[in-house]
């Protein structure tokens, strides 16, 4: 596999972590570098690690981690969404806008995003073993990648939730769950 082709592959895995970094850019109130940073380097971290757990597994368990991906993003990406509309409705309720972006950006979130958007790069570890890459250099190239689109994706989104308003957290919310359904339905029917 070429470096073209590898860029390629770290700007597909790192789409749904894009997305949840707009998400988050969204259904933040105040934006600040470190928060783009840390989400950037959370997500980027993961989308390097998994290739290489993926990589490793995949030669021995490559049924088991193939099977069960699409639940484990599909739990935890619906679970924030869900929580993401719930204090949406607080909020809509309240008619007042509370800070939420306390914990959306909290280490243990983001973590959990990390983990959630970055299952398929775990898939994609397994196929990179048979394709017999420097699995090293792969990973570090998606990670980089995934760093930096996570990074402007929670600034993009801070733009659309300037524009949106508290809409921006049913948008966000809902989005969540749809990258959730998504990669479930892919992975179960697809």
């Keep these: 596999m070429d470096f ?20 988050n850019g969204m259904f933040c109130n105040k934006i600040t570098t470190k928060k783009a940073l840390l989400t950037g ?3 980027g971290f993961f989308q390097a690690l998994m ?8 030669k021995t368990f490559s049924d088991i981690v193939h099977r069960y991906q699409h639940w484990v993003a599909l739990f935890l990406l619906g679970a924030i969404g869900i929580n993401m509309l719930a204090d949406a409705i607080k909020d809509q ?3 007042k806008s509370t800070h939420p972006d306390k914990n959306i950006f909290a280490i243990k979130s983001l973590i ?9 790069a ?15 250099s792969a990973s570090l190239l998606i990670g980089v990648v995934t760093f930096f689109c996570c990074f ?5 989104g801070r733009i659309f939730g300037s524009l949106l308003g508290i809409k921006a957290k049913f948008v966000g919310g809902i989005t969540l769950i749809i990258i959730g359904l998504k990669i479930f339905i892919e992975n179960q029917f697809l």
Excluded: E, K, W
């Excluded at 290489?52 to 995949?58: A, D, V």
């Excluded at 959990?112 to 398929?120: E, R, V």
């Excluded at 397994?126 to 090293?136: E, G, K």
């Excluded at 402007?152 to 993009?156: E, H, Q, S």
């Design 51 to 58: 290739p290489i757990q993926g990589f490793f597994l995949g």
């Design 112 to 120: 959990l995003q990390g983990i959630a958007t970055s299952i398929d």
């Design 122 to 136: 775990l898939a994609a570890g397994v196929s990179l073993a048979v394709l017999q890459i420097n699995i090293f």
């Design 4 to 23: 073209i082709t590898l860029i390629f592959l770290a700007l597909a895995l790192s789409a749904d972590a894009f997305a949840v970094s707009v998400t």
């Design 93 to 95: 309720q309240n008619a």
């Design 41 to 43: 380097i959370f997500f």
């Design 152 to 156: 402007l994706g929670v600034y993009i």
